[in-house]
């Protein structure tokens, strides 16, 4: 049984996340303990909540997760999630983030109604991302968010998928062992369930 660890920075409902991987045949543990951690065969960042907040929870447990991605582990981030893996966010002010993609996370354009929030397609740039496969270009997914990752110029290999809303941001970025999705695939119905059976899978190989 695959062993993942929702990593939890005490905010909002974990449920969610927990219920599809479970479905996805993963056994769930919710915590941020670093030994708990060590153990694991991946890690998930959930979509909830505030870069700010989160990057605190984060702070003390860098290292260790630094630690785990090098040796080969894999990591989901998801919505919020996938935003603390670049480099800094604006949200709040600046803060760091753990810097595993070089880019920096920007408030949506004015122009259109923030948050993004509903049922959204996805334009596929890489058919060989072990998360997208058997999913169809165009397919809908499910957004919440305000703020999205502008990847840097040495990044540009690592967008999978985009997405369009008054500005077009990436919405499945990966390097190495480390995916993420701007959507929630939890949310996303059978679409979002298949590419979380392709996460697991993956970890699988």
């Given at each position: 049984m695959v062993r993942v660890v929702v990593f939890d920075y005490a905010v909002g409902n974990l449920r969610s996340i927990k219920n599809g991987l479970e479905r996805s045949g993963a056994e769930v543990l919710i915590t941020s303990e670093i030994a708990e951690i060590k153990k694991a065969d991946a890690i998930v960042f959930p979509g909830v909540g505030a870069f700010p907040e989160a990057a605190k929870w984060l702070s003390s447990t860098a290292d260790p997760i630094k630690s785990f991605i090098a040796s080969g582990g894999a990591l989901?981030?998801?919505?919020?999630?996938?935003?603390?893996?670049?480099?800094?966010?604006?949200?709040g002010g600046l803060y760091k983030g753990l810097d595993y993609f070089k880019g920096l996370v920007v408030r949506l354009p004015s122009n259109v109604k923030i948050p993004h929030i509903g049922w959204n397609t996805i334009k596929i740039r890489d058919y060989g991302c072990p998360l997208l496969e058997d999913i169809s270009d165009g397919s809908l997914l499910y957004f919440v968010h305000s703020y999205y990752a502008k990847m840097s110029d040495v990044e540009v290999g690592s967008i999978d998928a985009e997405t369009l809303y008054g500005v077009v941001f990436p919405s499945v970025i990966s390097k190495g062992s480390?995916?993420?999705?701007?959507?929630?695939?939890?949310?996303?119905?059978?679409?979002?369930l298949k590419i979380l059976k392709n996460f697991i899978q993956y970890i699988r190989r």
């Open positions: 989901l981030g998801i919505c919020l999630g996938m935003q603390l893996l670049l480099t800094m966010s604006t949200e480390v995916f993420a999705t701007q959507f929630h695939p939890e949310r996303s119905g059978e679409i979002g």
